[in-house]
Each structure stands twice: as C-alpha cells, then as structure tokens.
C-alpha cells in the first residue's frame, strides 16, 4: 500500500527534529533512545540560551561543555577499571550532545516508536524548554521534568485519529546526499500507519515505549503519567486490532533500510508486557493485559525458543521482562518464560548445557559482520538485567542438571564491556574518545565533517563525499559512540566507507548507556563494573 505523507509545512503535525546550531538534531539522549532504527547517531551537541553553554552530565552534576568541537575528558587513566572509568563519562558524553543520523542522517524510520524503554535518567536541574530553530519541531529539545522525547511519541501518536505518526523524511533521498545537519535540505515528509496501511510493529513499540515513560512518570508526575497510559491502551488497541507491518504499508519509504523481518508478532507481545506493569495496581494483579498474553503469548511466539535480541527481534526481551514478573510474584502462567529465558542464556555460557554461541579468538560475542556491536551490546544489557533480577529472587538460570549463578552472567557481560573498552587483541577501544586507541574516522556526517564555526559555508549534498572517502581523521570527535566494531577474526578496519564496521547507531549505542552507566532508580545496589586482578573479580557497586 501507498505511503502517507505530507510535508512538514502543511497540514500534518510537524515531526521534525529540533535543529541545533551546533549540530545536534534529534531527541534527547536522556528520555529514551530509539532502537529500532538503524542509522541514528550523535551530532555536535546543543547551545543553550543565554550564554550559559552546553552542559553535560558526570554522574554527580551537571558541568559546563564548552561549544564547537566537542572533546570530553578520558577518564581511563585514573586506575579505574575500563567499565568503572566509564562509568561517568559515557554518562557524560550521553548528556551533553545531540543527535544527528550516521549512514542515513535523518531523524529514525520509527521516532522514538522502538525506543527502549530503560534509558530513563534525570534532566538537568535548570533545563529550559527550547522551540524553534531551523526546522523545530516546537516540542522543544529541553524540559524540566525530562518529558521532551515522551512528548514526541505522544504528539505522534494522539495528533490524527486513527493515525500514527511513525518517520520523517525518505531515506533513500538522505542517503544520497553526505551533509552536516546545518546544511540538511533534503525533504521532511512525514509518514504515518493507519487502519488502511497498519504498522502493527511500530505501534506497539511505540505503545511499550510510552508505557514504559508512565511508570518513570507515576510517582513524579501522576497526571503525565496518566495521560501516557491513556494513549498507550489507544496505541496498543490500533496495533493488535489493524495487523501488518509497516515495512510493508510504506515499503517505498522504509525497506530496505527498516525492514521489520521478524514481523511484528513480538512488538506486539513486548507492549502487552510493559502495559500490565504499567496499568496494574500490582504486577502479581490479573490485568486484562496479563489475560492478553495468557490468551495469546503462544501464537505471538512466547513460546518459542530464540536466541538473538536485536532492534527487531523483542521476543528474547519480552521473555526476560516476564520472567521478572514471574520471579518476583510468581504469576501463574509465566513460568514458561522464565523456561525461555534461560534457554537463552545458556546459549551464550560457554560450557553450559544448551550453549550455542559463537565468540571471536578475542572473547567478542560474534553474530553477523554487519554492526556486530548491535547484539553484544544488546546482550550485555539482557545478562545484567536478569543476573540482577535473578539475584533479587534469589533464583539462577537452569541448564540442563546445572544451575548457573547470576554472578556468572555479569562476569559474561564484564568481559564483553571491557573488550568493547580495549581489553581486546587489538588494544583498541570501540567506544569513540575512551582510552588511547579508538576509531578515528567514524561512519558519521557530522563527526566526518568541519563544524560550521571551522567552514561556514554551506557544504551541499555532493560536496560532502569528500570527506566520507577520505582517510583525514575525523573532524569532530564523537565522544562516547560504540561503534559497529570487528569482524569474528578480531580485526577492524578504521575507514568511513566501512560502515559495517565504523557506524555507531542508536541500537547498538543504546544497550551499553544502562551496562556501563547502570539503573540506580529503585536504589538497589547494583554491579556497573568490575576489576579483575589476576583470576580474582572485585565488583565495584553503585549506590
């Protein structure tokens, strides 16, 4: 079916991302990053207004970053462990910059609609709502109560009855053109799905994203909360009730860049999960959403072994989330999840009954060469998550006759982090700006390319190649970006052209925000790194 669109300008409500002078563009790293979009990364960063700069976040407060070329301090010398180092400044770099697309530059297929519904931190105290700006948005970059990116999905998906907005702009006219986000004049259409041209996919990530955003909400901010929730059982009822995918309703516009391959049974079971934690008095209550996935768990593959998490495929995380609600209220009916789970994870142990999994000569979890980074990140994140919910239960993971302790999985996830951050054969950190060694030409426009304070006059669509296919270092270091890392050999080549290797992306960047930086809002203690000395593990908590 055909791809609804209308132009920024006219009818539609406008979709655009706020517009950065100093290149950022795209929502705020600190409300929830898109995962199910494959080119999004960071621009240069944002000004604020009244001269008072860009200011970032160090785990403690927050400290001016002055504008232009945006260079953070590498914490790594000072004897921390590489995760522990990293610590605060991932977190740094997060809070302080923008956003602008790596290989597709435009604003994510789905905005915010496969936001992963765990990067949920504090603005900063100060933050003023910003409008405006060459193609603004009017939602403004910065808010008080961190409710920007919520407000995004919110207007797309409240604006049109029976409607939801879910991309802007045609990404294959973006990819044509290699320009800072000063210089964009490529088309901002704006699509949508409706009844006629469903997105079952999109929606319901959209609907787990913003069902996710009322919980942070609850306590905080009840009548915000509130008003999410409303929107999400809406979001969620257009997503089961008109069935499709949206890579097939606006497949001229999306695929082959967005393609939802594993269809959109999973998105819809992965909503069903984060709406009953959101709209139960309890989890352990018998919501109509925990009668949903009772109903219709099996058919939306619940009940079906897999072995790899990614921007499209959920149904490995929807059955870690159940498995949390199983073990902390032992529901009836869930236990089956928690079965999954575990086939999952003893497919990464090596030595483990059920273990399946590829790692390179270095210790790297291997899938594809195509942005390998995405599923080691991805399930680092996943291992840390169940090891501490194992932990709070005082469960652990059965393979086979052996029962696999959770500290077993954040000593997997360890070792996967800190190969990322350099303990790895090359000596060589994938993430942008950590350590002594790190990719110096990222598959990135506005980190290729010289800031408009550096050129200031426009570089046009053609003229910005030259810089893609040049060997030069890149001109604006794009501190804290993961990258799309080695090959199963251990090897990367450090070249712009090599974007199965050099890109940084959303899915891939979003993952080690919660594995390095670690989620502190329930005040538990939780492992955000640990220091190994000799055969001994010293795990450094925070509070």
């Keep these: 079916m055909g791809a609804a669109a209308a132009p920024l300008d006219g009818g539609a409500p406008t979709l655009g991302w706020t517009h950065s002078r100093q290149g950022g563009q795209g929502p705020p790293p600190f409300v929830a990053v898109p995962l199910h979009c494959c080119v999004t990364g960071w621009g240069g960063g944002r000004e604020r207004k009244g001269g008072r700069g860009a200011r970032a976040w160090t785990g403690k407060g927050w400290l001016p970053v002055k504008a232009g ?22 977190t740094q770099r997060l809070r302080g910059s923008g956003w602008h697309a790596g290989r597709g530059r435009g604003p994510p297929a789905v905005p915010g609609g496969a936001a992963s519904p765990r990067t949920k931190r504090p603005p900063p105290p100060d933050a003023e709502r910003k409008t405006g700006g060459k193609g603004g948005n009017g939602l403004g970059l910065e808010d008080p109560k961190g409710q920007s990116n919520t407000d995004y999905l919110l207007k797309a998906a409240t604006a049109t009855p029976g409607a939801l907005w879910v991309q802007v702009a045609d990404p294959n006219q973006d990819h044509r053109c290699w320009e800072r986000p000063e210089d964009m004049d490529t088309p901002r259409a704006a699509y949508k799905v409706t009844p006629q041209s469903p997105g079952s996919d999109v929606a319901g990530e959209t609907a787990a994203t913003l069902a996710a955003a009322s919980l942070v909400f609850r306590a905080r901010d009840p009548a915000y909360s509130s008003r999410l929730l409303a929107a999400v059982r809406k979001v969620f009822d257009f997503a089961d009730r008109y069935r499709g995918s949206y890579s097939d309703s606006l497949s001229s516009v999306v695929s082959p860049f967005y393609t939802s391959y594993s269809g959109y049974n999973d998105e819809l079971l992965w909503a069903a999960a984060w709406l009953h934690l959101a709209s139960s008095s309890s989890p352990s209550s018998n919501s109509v959403y925990m009668s ?36 902390q209220n032992r529901v009836g009916g869930l236990s089956v999840y928690k079965s999954h789970a575990d086939h999952y994870i003893c497919s990464l142990v090596p030595g483990a009954s059920g273990f399946q999994s590829q790692y390179t000569p270095g210790g790297l979890l291997f899938k594809e060469g195509d942005s390998n980074m995405q599923y080691v990140t991805s399930t680092a994140f996943l291992l840390l998550a169940y090891a501490k919910d194992l932990a709070s239960a005082g469960g652990a993971v059965s393979c086979g006759a052996t029962a696999v302790a959770p500290s077993a999985l954040v000593s997997l996830a360890k070792r996967q982090v800190d190969y990322i951050l350099g303990a790895n054969p090359a000596g060589m950190s994938y993430m942008v700006g950590f350590g002594p060694r790190y990719p110096r030409r990222v598959h990135h426009r506005g980190a290729s390319m010289p800031s408009v304070r550096d050129h200031p006059a426009r570089i046009g669509c053609d003229d910005g190649f030259q810089y893609l296919h040049s060997s030069d270092p890149d001109h604006n270091v794009l501190v804290g970006a993961v990258v799309g890392g080695p090959g199963q050999s251990d090897a990367y080549t450090d070249s712009r052209d090599n974007y199965a290797q050099a890109e940084p992306s959303s899915y891939t960047n979003a993952p080690p925000y919660e594995v390095v ?13 640990e220091k190994s000395t000799g055969d001994k593990a010293v795990a450094r908590r925070a509070r």
Excluded: C, H, M
Excluded at 70 to 84: E, N, V
Excluded at 293 to 320: C, H, M, P
């Design 292 to 327: 949903y996935i009772s109903a219709n768990g099996g058919n939306l593959g619940g009940e079906q072994d897999d072995y790899t998490i990614s921007w499209d495929d959920k149904r490995v995380a929807t059955k870690v989330l159940l498995s949390k609600v199983f073990l």
């Design 69 to 90: 070329r945006r260079r953070l301090t590498d914490p790594s010398s000072t004897g921390q462990s590489t995760a522990a180092a990293a610590n605060g400044f991932y």
């Design 517 to 529: 930086v670690g989620e502190k809002s329930n005040k538990a203690d939780e492992v955000v790194g």
